[in-house]
């Protein structure tokens, strides 16, 4: 079955740097575009980035634009998060998806952020 399986999370100063991996199985990778989102507590699940199946084109939301880099490596099959000059709101927990529907969905990990 599918499987993505997010990794690189943690507690982080403000300022500060962590790149996410999100590792797929289970389904045929460079056919898929991914996306990475975040849900803070007590808000709803939002958009983060996105990158299309030859990773030629990114897009992101506009409070991680300049900060945030999505890439990937369709020969390891693995979607990254590069995230730097971190703030506390980007405290969240973050998922990886897949599909240009978000059909599938990592468990998320957590980041955290403090000032």
């Known amino acids: 079955q599918v499987q993505l399986v997010e990794s690189g999370g943690g507690l982080v100063q403000a300022g500060g740097s962590l790149r996410l991996s999100c590792l797929a199985s289970?389904?045929?990778?460079?056919?898929?575009?991914m996306g990475w989102f975040r849900q803070a507590p007590g808000k709803v699940r939002e958009f983060v980035a996105t990158?299309?199946?030859?990773?030629?084109?990114?897009n992101y939301a506009d409070s991680v634009k300049g900060r945030f880099t999505i890439s990937r490596d369709n020969a390891k099959n693995t979607v990254y998060l590069q995230m730097n000059s971190l703030k506390p709101e980007d405290t969240a927990v973050y998922y990886c998806?897949?599909?240009?529907?978000?059909?599938?969905w990592g468990q998320g990990i957590q980041v955290t952020v403090s000032s």
């Open positions: 990158i299309n199946r030859s990773g030629g084109s990114t």
């Open positions: 289970g389904l045929p990778f460079s056919s898929y575009a």
């Open positions: 998806a897949a599909g240009s529907g978000y059909n599938y």
